[in-house]
């Protein structure tokens, strides 16, 4: 399985950006989709989780209110509308496949990673 991450770029800061995330193959429709992030010298954080059936979601403290995660009805695709963007958010910003149906923030849930897509927020 191989996932591509894109929709990363350069905003300034209250603008908004959306991430997009395809899966190689039609996995993840019994599976729960994440993503992650990662800013330089910091260590890898939780940002958001949907479940299979896309019913459940649930998102970091840091990004609650801001950011929507959603995914298609085939299950291949996992998007992340970024809105009201912050400097703070400024990272590589990674997808991931979880082991099952249920998501959770843990990164040790997740079986398979994008190669993640880099976020730049300007002040």
């Known amino acids: 399985v191989q996932l591509q991450a894109s929709g990363g770029g350069l905003v300034q800061a209250g603008g908004s950006l959306r991430l997009s995330c395809a899966a190689s193959r039609r996995t993840s429709s019994n599976n729960a989709m994440g993503w992650f992030r990662q800013a330089p010298g910091k260590e890898r954080e939780f940002v958001a989780y949907i479940s299979w059936r896309g019913g459940g979601t649930y998102y970091g403290d840091s990004v609650k209110g801001r950011f929507t995660i959603s995914r298609d009805n085939a299950g291949n695709t996992v998007y992340l509308q970024m809105n009201s963007l912050k400097p703070e958010d400024t990272a590589v910003y990674y997808c991931?496949?979880?082991?099952?149906?249920?998501?959770?923030?843990?990164?040790?849930?997740?079986?398979?990673w994008g190669q993640g897509t880099l976020v730049t927020v300007s002040s």
């Open positions: 991931a496949v979880a082991r099952g149906s249920a998501g959770s923030p843990n990164a040790a849930y997740y079986q398979y």
